[in-house]
T-cell receptor, first 114, second 114 residues
């Protein structure tokens, strides 16, 4: 069972470079999310998509853009990477039903910006 | 903004010991979730709680949804080496007009006693 698949698993960028992190889920979930995880900070929401065709900002959206390509795929783009964006990025999806928002996570993308 | 205070930040376990951790907030949540993260992996759901006062078990794990809806705790009985990892609490709340987003605690790191 694939669940939530993220690519790439690792990436090193130079300051100013751009890249797109890919995420796909095969659970027919309506909602998808992007988080970043930094030491001692837990998981912080960057952007989310409650349903196909909609996206909204989370707690830390600055420096990022997202695209909900279809129901399965939700990508995160860094237009001009900065060292402060060095982090582990997680994609998640859920079949959000009112308060029952159980999110399933991918294995993460470890990004270093030099 | 919403905040979850998770404690302890870290603890050492010896095989066979019971372990307790908790999350508190000044805000009310509709749902509490407990996740575990192994090194190099994404968080995996352990227990979901939907009603104030609810007590739910999953094997050696037991979690409770506080009566005030502002706290939750997780107990692990008779710990084993594979319990090592980072445990996160998460609360479901309304965010930006879209129902059901999560906010995470900063995690409790379980390590084996040297």
């Amino acid at each position: 069972n694939a669940g939530v698949t993220q690519t790439p698993k690792f990436q090193v960028l130079k300051t100013g470079q751009s890249m797109t992190l890919q995420c796909a889920q095969d659970m027919n979930h309506n909602s998808m999310y992007w988080y970043r995880q930094d030491p001692g900070m837990g998981l912080r929401l960057i952007y989310y998509s409650a349903s196909e065709g909609t996206t909204d900002k989370g707690e830390v959206p600055n420096g990022y853009n997202v695209s909900r390509l279809n129901k399965r795929e939700f990508s995160l783009r860094l237009e001009s990477a900065a060292p402060s964006q060095t982090s582990v990025y997680f994609c998640a999806s859920s079949l959000q039903e009112l308060a029952k928002n159980i999110q399933y996570f991918g294995a993460g993308t470890r990004l270093s910006v030099l | 903004g919403q905040q979850l205070n998770q404690s302890p930040q870290s603890m050492f376990i010896q095989e066979g010991e019971d372990v307790s951790m908790n999350c508190t907030s000044s805000s009310i949540f509709n749902t509490w979730l407990w996740y575990k993260q192994d090194p190099g992996e994404g968080p995996v759901l352990l227990i979901a709680l939907y009603k104030a006062g609810e007590l739910t078990s999953n094997g050696r794990l037991t979690a409770q949804f506080g009566i005030t809806r502002k706290d939750s705790f997780l107990n692990i009985s008779a710990s084993i080496p594979s319990d090592v990892g980072i445990y996160f609490c998460a609360g479901v709340f309304n965010y930006g007009g879209s129902q059901g987003n999560l906010i995470f605690g900063k995690g409790t790191k379980l390590s084996v006693k040297p």
